[in-house]
């Protein structure tokens, strides 16, 4: 027995020490000290925001930027022309700027600043980091986001050289932008897009394909630089080269990638983060402590107006369909209410003439509690037109993605038109690669659920989504008024004049019933409260902590 | 031994060349392509196939994947672009291997500790505990001990970080959430084996000959009763070191685990293919390893190899 009792405290003994000496340390254990002391209490005057997310960014390097969470970081360690922040525009490495008189030339004038490595920043590096963007070869996935400069089409496909892109550098500190076409969100949306940013030439060509993919292999010409992108963890530090460094509080930013949402919550209620985003499930949980902010996603169901099934392209019935659904139920079944209702295209929060596109415009629109009699009657007058004699006669399939909450999505949405019309609706659930691989893309679906987040902030970013010319229109729709005023609003240079027609647009497509609109997405999420100036905004970027400061 | 070793060698680089040439081919027939972001325009799919060279004939990138393949060259991710396969394992792996390699000294420590206790004292209170503790490592699933680990170490009583990696201590949950299962099956492999040998007539050769109790159990007993627990060793080791996705996730440990889930609803070609290659390698190496072991284990082996 005691034999036996020696054998059992060698094993223990062994796998204790194999436990204790470790086959790996991390590396930098100088920024784990750091960490550690500013998580343990505020003795350090060292200024950290501390946050996470559940998806890691896809790249740091601005040209191939294509996620929120990839802009966001890019936003934190570049400088664009102009710094756009909550919606604000404020001038950034451009001091100043003229457009011409057609709406088509912009002359910026640089101010002197330099790169984290010291070297001025040109006029040359936004030049280089436009031409990079659309050049064929460098095959960036939002290539689409620099169409807006002259001839950025024809780089894209390879029609033209980078050199005829319509941007040139004047001398060092001026630099000139042609447009397509005039474009009123210009400067907002170079405020947050990444893909607008300097790039330099010289450190992509030491780099090659590499550039960019650790904190290393690239320069930084904003607020903050990348100290370190190892092991799903991005640090940022304060960039003393940074021409408005003085407005900069924070010294130091992590930010985590924590796949597990409830993991990076129970962390945060630990003390080891100081920014979470709640996971839908949850938010009921942290009720009176949580806050929200919409995050610019709005949640359609496509309509293919070339189905094969004659009754979903009548208009009729696609009427009936939106009629016929109480959304407010519907927010309550599908996402326990931590989404809002929409019945529009555009999100209200967009910039429209002076304030929000929401505030200006109220859309007549379908009732959010539904109303079955007005469905009905749509729903009889699109029997008579398709032949049908009663509704269970009628059966239409809903596409959707094998994720989770999609599958919910469908479901409730299946139940409650079951309900209130009478008819049969079945899923069909393909992978999400595929949903907009091949199903969207080739029109091989009838209902699909589907979304956009903006790009700008401006209608037309959702409405181009129903522009016949367009690669996303997904539903085939095709409304020549429609099209006719999103083209000429391009023109148009009177501001509310513009506006006035996108809004005309938004009510042809709601009038046309040519989709189905479910939803807002709020993120809802914790921050702890010695920390201000953390901003929230719907596009391109959904948290900005540059001039968060710590109380 | 050297023949028996040179062949087992042959047989794993042929088991490699067939595995990735049949994901090769495979992950091409997957529903989606790469590229399939909501904002992709025809324009840049044209662009962006002709980066990754999807616009030469399939037998052409297969000898192209092949030959970089030769050369340790996994190639670039299509989802986190700019960043190489090789370097994203090289990242992730460490983490997934050191935190494996705690679970597995854990979990085989014990659970052959276990085994050998519970068979030795078969049907007393010991064995019952055993027993109990492989019936419940082996019936609750490991996201809910990591999360059960993680609520009362960590968040309710403190005594332990509830996440990430950055030294020792962060270690301590995530290795004994993974080690749980493992363990569970080393202690009851090892008991079933360890009552089998206690039957043989080489323990009553050894009895009759008057050997110690502790010698006939460490050298008779648990020698011939460990074999079935080295091979399942094989494939254990394996896949406890290249990461194991739902552990490090509740963890947040930052290994590969998560990369082999992602990358195949992502359709991201190359890391699906550089996942399977490096996992497949191990596989094979640590089989290796395994039937090497059996040989120095078990003189039978070696001969019946001949």
């Known amino acids: ?551 | 031994m050297a023949k028996y070793i040179i062949k087992r060698v042959i047989a794993a680089i042929i088991t490699l060349f067939v595995l990735i040439t049949v994901v090769f081919f495979l992950v091409r027939l997957m529903p989606g392509e790469p590229f399939t972001s909501a904002k992709l325009t025809e324009e840049v799919a044209l662009n962006m196939e002709k980066y990754y060279g999807f616009d030469k004939p399939l037998y052409m990138q297969y000898f192209q994947y092949i030959g970089n393949l030769l050369h340790g060259n996994f190639g670039y991710s299509m989802f986190y672009t700019n960043k190489t396969v090789n370097y994203i394992i090289g990242q992730g792996f460490p983490f997934s291997a050191d935190v494996g390699i705690r679970a597995l000294m854990l979990a085989i420590s014990f659970g052959i500790v276990f085994g050998i206790l519970a068979a030795k004292n078969r049907g007393t209170k010991i064995d019952f505990f055993c027993v109990i503790v492989a019936i419940l490592g082996t019936s609750i699933p490991d996201f809910i001990m990591g999360a059960l680990l993680q609520y009362f170490f960590g968040i309710k009583w403190g005594l332990l970080p509830v996440a990430k990696y950055r030294g020792f201590e962060y270690t301590i949950l995530p290795a004994c959430a993974l080690a749980f299962y493992t363990l569970a099956s080393v202690s009851r492999i090892m008991r079933a084996s360890m009552l089998e040998v206690v039957q043989q007539d080489y323990i009553k050769t050894a009895k009759a000959k008057g050997l110690s109790n502790f010698r006939i159990t460490v050298k008779h007993q648990i020698r011939n009763a460990i074999m079935p627990v080295i091979t399942m060793l094989g494939p254990t080791v394996a896949s406890v070191l290249t990461g194991t996705f739902v552990i490090e996730s509740i963890f947040a440990i930052p290994g590969m685990g998560k990369y082999y889930v992602e990358s195949v609803t992502q359709n991201d070609y190359s890391m699906i293919l550089g996942m399977t290659v490096f996992y497949g390698m191990f596989l094979v190496v640590c089989n290796l390893i395994v039937d090497i072991l059996y040989g120095i284990v078990d003189p039978r082996v070696r001969i019946g190899g001949k």
């Open chain 1, 1 to 551: 027995m005691k034999k036996r009792l020696l054998s059992l405290l060698v094993a223990v003994s062994m796998s204790i020490g194999a436990m204790a000496c470790g086959a790996y340390e991390t590396e930098d254990t100088a920024a784990d000290a750091s960490t550690a002391d500013t998580g343990s209490g505020s003795e350090s005057s060292e200024k950290v925001f501390r946050y996470s997310d559940t998806v890691e960014p896809t790249t740091i390097d601005p040209s191939k930027a294509n996620s929120i969470v990839d802009n966001e970081l890019i936003h934190a360690c570049q400088e664009s022309l102009v710094r756009g922040t909550g919606g604000k525009v404020e001038p950034g490495i451009a001091e100043s700027w003229e457009l011409s008189e057609d709406g088509l030339t912009y002359t910026f004038h640089l101010r002197d600043t330099n790169w984290s490595d010291g070297q001025p920043v040109t006029a040359d590096d936004f030049v280089y980091g436009l031409q990079r963007l659309l050049d064929p070869a460098t095959a960036s996935e939002y290539a689409f986001i620099g169409e807006y400069v002259k001839n950025g089409y024809e780089v894209e496909t390879g029609e033209m050289e980078v050199s005829e892109l319509g941007v040139r550098a004047e001398d060092d500190k001026t630099l000139v932008l042609e447009l397509e076409t005039p474009c009123a969100y210009f400067l907002s949306m170079v405020g947050t897009a990444s893909q607008y940013v300097p790039i330099r030439k010289d450190i992509v060509e030491s780099y090659g394909a590499d550039f960019a993919a650790t904190a290393d292999k690239n320069v930084y010409s904003g607020p903050f630089k990348l100290v370190s992108t190892d092991n799903m963890m991005y640090v940022f530090e304060k960039n003393d080269q940074y021409w408005n460094k003085d407005a900069i509080n924070l010294d130091r930013v992590e930010f985590s990638v924590i796949s597990e949402p409830n993991t990076a919550v129970a962390m945060y209620e630990n003390g080891e983060l100081d920014f979470v985003k709640l996971p839908t499930d949850s938010v009921a949980q942290y009720d009176d402590i949580d806050s929200e902010f919409m995050n610019g996603n709005e949640d359609y169901l496509y309509i293919n107006e070339e189905s094969t099934n004659k009754i979903v392209s009548n208009k009729n019935f696609r009427k009936a369909l939106n009629y016929g659904l109480n959304r407010n139920d519907y927010i309550a079944l599908a996402t326990n209410n931590v989404y809002s209702p929409s019945n529009t295209l555009v999100m209200p929060l967009v910039g429209g003439v002076s304030k929000s596109y929401g505030e200006e415009y109220t859309l007549d629109s379908y009732p959010l509690d539904g109303d079955i009699d007005v469905a009905k009657e749509y729903l009889e007058k699109a029997m008579s037109e398709e032949g049908y004699s009663d509704p269970s006669e009628i059966e239409i399939e809903l596409t959707t993605t094998d994720l989770e909450a999609s599958k919910k999505i469908a479901e409730v949405l299946q139940e409650l038109w079951q309900n209130a019309l009478g008819i049969t609706v079945t899923i069909r659930q393909v992978t999400y690669a595929d949903i907009y691989g091949s199903v969207l893309p080739n029109g091989d679906y009838q209902i699909a659920y589907g979304g956009w987040g903006p790009d700008y902030s401006d209608p037309y970013t959702y409405l181009e989504l129903f522009k016949s010319d367009c690669s996303y229109n997904y539903s085939n729709y095709k409304n020549d008024e429609f099209d006719k005023l999103l083209e000429d609003s391009k023109t148009e240079t009177d501001v509310k004049a513009r506006m006035d027609m996108l809004n005309e647009a938004e009510k042809i497509i709601l009038e046309d019933a040519a989709f189905v609109p479910l939803q807002c997405r709020q993120q809802h999420y914790l921050l702890n409260d010695k920390f201000t100036g953390v901003e929230f905004y719907f596009c391109s970027i959904n948290i900005d902590w540059v001039y968060a400061d710590v109380e």
